[in-house]
């Protein structure tokens, strides 16, 4: 880990990896324009070459199919991100500021203020509030269009059955609108309406999501930073306002709007799309999967699903599990059809429905392509990479998308209108989709196809409603983490990123951690090396440690639990709280930990900012573009340990970086006066 030298601001050495020393010489505000030009090219030496990756990477199948696309002239991102070194060390630093046309302008020794007079604290203040809005849009678009679709459900004007009928009743009484005699339908409708409301109000009211779902203790530590949000739609509206050319001048107003943006994330984005994804599709169940690329199939129709929208996707898969279309791929010689997840989209399918194979996230979905296995590929929303469309050309894979929001150019696009005024259209959309796969299995005949034979069988599908039926409380859980069975629990997420070596700092924090007795929770496109490399099955208990794994053994668990897609950190929030009130303490005092060792997007950064809001750490092996600014830099690091109750720690070394999630869980169980 480098040393990253910084001014004015005392950081721990966990943190920054590397002694606070130097005198301050402040431009306009911010950071010392040497110290942090010094430290970026620093933190640029530790990024991986492609050479990097195929030597040290994890997953022999990543290895093979790398080497594959080589040979077969197929770029990847690895190959993308090596060309554009070096990158920019103002963009890294997040000393740019593009937000009008008088610039672009950067913070230097010479000019340490932009033209319009922003300092180094305004730039990358806006910057990052900017992004954080970024991610509130895209968690925030998923969220409608599910919400929509449970609302369309529940008034018949969607073909789909409300599975999750007790999510509906329990949540309607967890919001105050369960009435008797209501049925299902008339009390999911209701839900969604508060959802929409939440998601989308301009006359500031109560945020009924942030009412009925956070912790009381939390709530009024945000009411009483004023952070307390009007609605999603709001304040990315107002982060968009504020951070404009020439409007709001403090950085400390900003990042007040940077906070509430935060809350917004979590409760219309997180936990109102998981309400609704739940509501509709149900919960799913603990099952079985079989993952990674060596689990693709040869002579079926293959069909990979791609991206965050479970609404379509659900009805695909349905479709193509019918008599209906299994005859015609018949028909077609084929031996039947086999769907596959890529990102978020297959995580979501996969424990809902039987035979959805997980195979890769979305860094990951270039080489998947690369097999030549597929013959349809259906991208929905978001981590959906413009260049898919150039490897599925080599293949003849037919690419279809399925969003306005989201076109690729050359895919064929059969999809949801703008105004999501044809969700009535769905079974049509899903049946010309899977017909369009049978086609492209019959035009695909004699191409090449390479398969790396690297598959395991994973468990996925646990969420807090699972342990309740299996133990009948959390309590057993809480007991074995009083006892210190269970050391601490951590959620580990977020996308990856090449600024690391590719998977490895997952699986090296993985490791240490349940090394530790750390139990592991897991979501989204960190968890498919958790996947892939076994520790979502009880074969990992051989490299757990021994109180944890024999506290898991006598119930046949892994050491990793598998809670879904990346909304679903609404369920790992929801296994802390509920952990945190069986044993009487507030979230922030217990041994929790988020780590998101390869993030690397706008939704990343709500993700962390997240779990901080409640008062848990976040740990990372990537640096935020914030190092341009000491005053930004203090208040996304330890600022928030004076106002939340949480910080947030990066190093670029996983293993030390891991060894401090395990200090500072230790840390927390002698505050509560437990044992380590």
Known sequence: MFKLRRSKVKYHHEVLGGHHHGHHHSHGGGANVNDYLEAVAEYRKTFPSKQDVLEKTPDPAVREMLLNMEQIGCDTAFDRFDKQQPQCSFGIAGACCKICYMGPCKITKKSPKGVCGADADLIVARNFTRALAGGVAAHGAHAREVILALKSAAEGKLDLPIIGEEKVINTAKQFGIYEEGKTVKELASKLADILLDDLSRTIPDEYKTIKACAPAERQKVWSDLGIMPISAYHEVFEALHRTGAATDGDADNVLQQFLRCGLAFVFSGVVGSAIATDSL????????????????????????????????????????????????????????????????????????????????NAVGAEMVLGTGALDLWVADVQD????????????????????????LPGAEHYAYDHEHSNL???????????????ESFRDRQGMPVFIPPYEVEAEVGFSVEYIESLYGSVKPIADGLKNGDILGIVNIVG???????YEKATVDVATKLIENNVLILTNGCASFPLLKLGFCNTSALKKTGAKLRKFLEKDNLPPVWHVGECID????????????????????DMPYGLSSPEWSNEKGIGAALGFRLFGINSYHCVYA????????????????????????????????????????????????????
């Open 384 to 407: 959906v990479f413009p260049s898919i469309m150039d490897v599925a050309n080599c293949f003849k894979t037919t690419v279809v998308t399925t969003s306005d929001s989201a076109r």
């Open 281 to 360: 599709f149900g919960i799913g169940n603990r099952t079985t999967s079989r993952v990674n690329v060596g689990a693709l199939k040869k002579g079926y129709v293959n069909i990979a699903v791609h991206g965050h929208s479970p609404v379509l996707v659900s009805e695909i898969v349905k479709q193509g599990q019918s008599e209906e279309f299994i005859k015609l791929a018949k028909e077609n010689g084929a031996k039947g059809i086999q769907f596959y997840g890529i990102c978020c989209s297959g995580l979501s399918a996969m424990y809902r429905y039987n035979g959805v194979i997980p195979l890769s």
């Open 569 to 588: 950190n609404a369920r790992s929030s929801g296994f802390f709280a509920k952990i945190a009130a069986e044993v009487g303490h507030d979230i922030k």
């Open 424 to 438: 009535d259209e769905t079974t049509k959309i899903a049946k010309k989709i899977v017909t369009r796969a049978i």
């Open 625 to 676: 573009p914030v190092q341009g600014s000491d005053k930004v830099t203090e208040f996304i690091t330890e600022g928030t340990k004076k106002t939340l109750g949480s910080s947030m720690k990066v190093n670029t070394d996983p293993d030390a970086l891991a060894e401090l999630i395990i200090s500072d869980l230790k840390e927390k169980r002698l505050a509560l006066g437990w044992s380590i």
């Open 495 to 501: 996308c990856n990123n090449p600024r690391v070596i």
